[in-house]
């Protein structure tokens, strides 16, 4: 039997930490630029001189090239590693940022929806790919930690609200917000992945004989689990993007607010499903994924109803602190679901980020739609059918046994 070299594993161990904290800086980043775009939609909306069907159309703009991208992220971080889906996206995110903040100062609508398509492209690949290096980090740490990455990306809308609602106070335009943000994108993106574990994309499980298994680029679509997982995440995936996207402007029009209290709102709830998801992998390890779940998705429909029907502010936002807390956990619990077999974690994490990003991104633009007929408040209920499937289905994500696994 042979004795583990003690440098070899001091190595491995640091590799691990570092991938580990460059996970995290991803996550966060992540968050940060998307919050950039979502808490200042009504600043975007006055700009372009848009009502809520305007916004509703731009933002399936950004939709269609995330769906678009997703069923191909899986295979590119495959071919060209975590690390390098991770550049390609932010960089391109970057990119289309840079058109975006050019049609806002023009008032361009055609313009700033070509933006939103690159832009749609770019944080599909970058989602994809954080969350299968994070799938990885997290087996081989052999704890709960997603919830913890996926809190790093609330964090990073958090700051990006609080930015964003500063910013608008002080009367500065969403074009130069994006400027900003877009400098500090491309700077991190080309140095923080060279400590994503670079072999990770490569791993092969083992079949009942010890043979080696090819991971599949389209099987996934094709397995039973893999597909409740990904309903599962729909529902979690669009009861964050519609607060993502609505709360802020749903504040503004539905209660009178200003455009500084939506932003405040949408930090709110960004805030309590922060520390939700940094603290619930304790709740995950005692109770398991599908009872964490079923809680979580309860809360947050409690939290919805009372946002929607709420007189004032200060009831809003406690029901904004129940849909952030009840949201956050459903999506990272269904990432870490699909990515336990390594063999097939890049094919199974794309099939669900499908499934979920459709929803994430194209549910907030048919309640723009909705709610141009309805009032945005009232159209969010729509989200509550989404919420009790994730409460249906949530024993597809229930932990499985651990595979037999061949790293390089």
């Known amino acids: 039997m042979t004795e583990k070299n003690p440098t070899d594993t001091a190595q491995r161990e640091t590799a691990l930490n570092k991938a580990l904290i460059a996970v995290f800086v991803v996550f966060g980043l992540n968050g940060l630029v998307f919050a950039s775009w979502a808490a200042r939609i009504p600043a975007a909306a006055q ?26 992220a899986g295979s590119v971080a495959q071919r060209i590693g975590t690390a390098g889906t991770v550049r390609a996206g932010g960089i391109t995110t970057s990119a289309a940022s840079l058109i975006i903040a050019a049609g806002l100062y023009l008032g361009s609508i055609p313009l700033t929806a070509v933006g939103l398509l690159i832009f749609g492209v770019g944080i599909a690949g970058w989602d994809v790919a954080m969350n299968l290096e994070g799938a990885d980090v997290e087996r081989r740490l052999g704890r709960n930690i997603m919830p913890k990455f996926h809190g790093a990306f609330s964090g990073g809308s958090f700051v990006g609200a609080l930015i964003g609602a500063g910013l608008s106070a002080l009367g500065i335009s969403l074009s130069l917000h994006l400027l900003a943000i877009l400098t500090i994108v491309c700077v991190v993106v080309l140095i923080v992945p060279r400590n994503f574990l670079q072999l990770s994309h490569t791993v092969h499980g083992t079949d009942g004989t010890g043979a080696a298994v090819k991971p599949s680029r389209f099987g996934a679509w094709k397995e039973g689990r893999t597909l409740l997982i990904g309903v599962v995440v729909l529902g979690a995936a669009l009861t964050e993007g519609a607060a993502n996207d609505w709360v802020a402007k749903a504040t503004v029009d539905g209660l009178g607010s200003s455009e500084s209290a939506g932003a405040v709102m949408f930090a709110t709830f960004v805030a309590a499903m922060t520390l939700t998801r940094w603290f619930g992998a304790r709740l995950i390890d005692r109770m398991g994924r599908v009872p964490a779940l079923r809680i979580c998705m309860g809360a947050s429909l409690v939290g919805l109803l009372l946002f929607v029907l709420a007189p004032n502010l200060p009831l809003a936002a406690l029901g904004a602190v129940l849909w952030g807390i009840g949201a956050a956990l459903g999506f990272p619990m269904g990432m870490s679901a699909a990515g336990e ?45 989404a919420m009790l499937l994730s409460i249906i289905f949530a024993p597809a994500a229930a932990e499985q046994k651990k595979v037999s696994v061949q790293e390089p």
């Open 47 to 72: 700009d372009l001189g848009i009502g809520a069907a305007g916004v509703g159309l731009l933002l399936l703009f950004s939709a269609i090239g995330s769906v678009t991208a997703l069923p191909l």
């Open 341 to 385: 077999d390594p063999a097939h974690a890049a094919a199974r994490v794309s099939v669900v980020s499908t499934i979920g990003y459709s929803a994430f991104f194209i549910g907030p633009p048919v309640l723009g739609f909705l709610g141009e007929h309805w009032g945005i408040r009232n159209s969010l209920l729509v989200v509550g059918a």
